[in-house]
């Protein structure tokens, strides 16, 4: 190679390697407790993660560790909470049972399970146990958007305290979230096991097998059928280039929140598909979003 042209190459590697470290943001200080059990189902611990940043406002932000279902494990605090804790968030990562053992609804028991346990504990974490956002991308956007439809008040004659709490929450923010499992990308579009979503029947179970138990199935777990004007405030960024989860599904959500007299909001990320590399913005936005909602 041409002694010019290797300079270049190299001095160009040497750029795109210093801009990747500028763009990595600094994690601010914290400290983390790991897998704390919140639960068991099947003589398996359900666990999270408490991340508390070194000046903590009082607030948590329940973070849904979740990808097509499925509830991954890592050991070091992802860069994407460094904007709620720069702001003093105190976030709980939340990972549940994952399919193919458990489908949707079993999973999103895990879910009310716990936000109850983080409510219950509350004091222990110096939290406002009365304001809980809540966020996640993906299948951990379609969790937020459930838990803002189905949080409920506790059982007081519940024997375990934990099921005494509420699982409801007071704010969401996430990204690119299935909605409406009928309604698909187009009206009538089954999406349940079948289609766009047949590499996730599992997570659908048995029910997925026939178009009965589709429906009935799909009208369960999608959130848009539940919207009430009681949905906590809801922030959505979703790409217009998403082809595993259409963006009509946050374009439908927001509009009929919106129709129903709660607070909604769409940001549309133009030549975005499913994810994207770099998610701080959109992270930094979420902050601002709870900093208005929560802490107002």
Known sequence: MNPALRLLVVLLL????LHAQVKRPVMPPHTKTGDVVYGRKFGVALTLDVVIPEKPNGFGIVYMVSGGWVSGYSPNTPDLY???LERGYTVFSVRHGCQPKFIIPEITQDIHRAIRFIRHNAKQWNINPDKLGISGGSAGGHLSLTMGVHGTAGDPQAKDPIDRESSAIQAIACLFPPTDFLNYGKPGEDAVGVGTLKNYKAAFGPESDTPEGRQRLGKEVSPIYYITAKLP???????DQDTLVPMQQAETFVAKAKELGAIAKLVVKP???HGWPDRQPDYQQFALWFDEHLRK
């Open 233 to 239: 405030p809801t922030f959505i960024i979703h790409g």
């Open 14 to 17: 040497l750029g795109t390697s």
């Open 271 to 273: 030549g975005a598909g």
């Open 82 to 84: 460094v904007p709620f």
